[in-house]
């Protein structure tokens, strides 16, 4: 979520924020949204307050199917969490909604309902470092 032009947040209304009575530095370090597009909650009650008010909408089909996958690849880290090397998966939602969104494209390749659990995690490991080398698909 990038800030408004002045730089301000966007959850800011009249100079206060809606989330927390005082605005702490990690609201400008990553964007609560990521929660309500992983389908998780945060586990803070005042965040996941705001979580549950969060939609989307899908403009095309196509933004649609996106977002379902990027719910399926949380769901998978989530419950598949034995198929990645050494069971190495995020165990904390931020970590889990993070990789979700880096790697949901694993999720929307013909076939990926036939991969063994352990090639879905290696495709997710493998999406997720070239999203952090800045490679595009």
Same mark, same amino acid.
Not at 72 to 97: L, M, V
Not at 108 to 125: H, K, L
């Given at each position: 979520?990038?800030?408004?032009?002045?730089?301000?947040?966007?959850?800011?209304?009249?100079?206060?924020?809606?989330?927390?009575?005082?605005?702490?530095?990690?609201?400008?370090?990553?964007?609560?949204?990521?929660?309500?597009?992983?389908?998780?909650?945060?586990?803070?009650?005042?965040?996941?307050?705001?979580?549950?008010?969060?939609?989307?909408?899908? !403009? &095309?089909?196509?933004?649609?199917? %996106?977002?379902? =996958?990027?719910? #399926?690849? $949380?769901? *998978?880290?989530?419950?598949?969490?034995?198929?990645?090397?050494?069971?190495?998966? !995020? &165990?904390?939602?931020?970590?889990? %909604?993070?990789? =979700?969104?880096? #790697?949901? $494209?694993? *999720?929307?390749?013909?076939?990926?309902?036939?991969?063994?659990?352990?090639?879905?995690?290696?495709?997710?490991?493998?999406?997720?470092?070239?999203?952090?080398?800045?490679?595009?698909?």
């Amino acid at each position: 979520m990038p800030p408004r032009p002045d730089g301000t947040c966007q959850m800011l209304t009249a100079g206060q924020c809606t989330i927390y009575a005082d605005r702490p530095q990690t609201c400008l370090d990553y964007d609560c949204r990521i929660f309500t597009a992983a389908g998780l909650e945060a586990g803070k009650t005042v965040i996941d307050r705001r979580v549950r008010q969060w939609q989307f909408s899908y !403009p &095309t089909h196509a933004d649609r199917q %996106a977002h379902d =996958a990027v719910l #399926a690849a $949380a769901a *998978f880290i989530r419950q598949k969490r034995e198929s990645f090397p050494a069971h190495r998966a !995020p &165990t904390a939602p931020t970590g889990i %909604a993070v990789l =979700a969104i880096k #790697a949901y $494209a694993v *999720f929307m390749e013909p076939g990926v309902a036939n991969r063994s659990d352990a090639d879905t995690a290696a495709a997710i490991i493998n999406v997720s470092r070239a999203f952090d080398a800045g490679a595009t698909p």
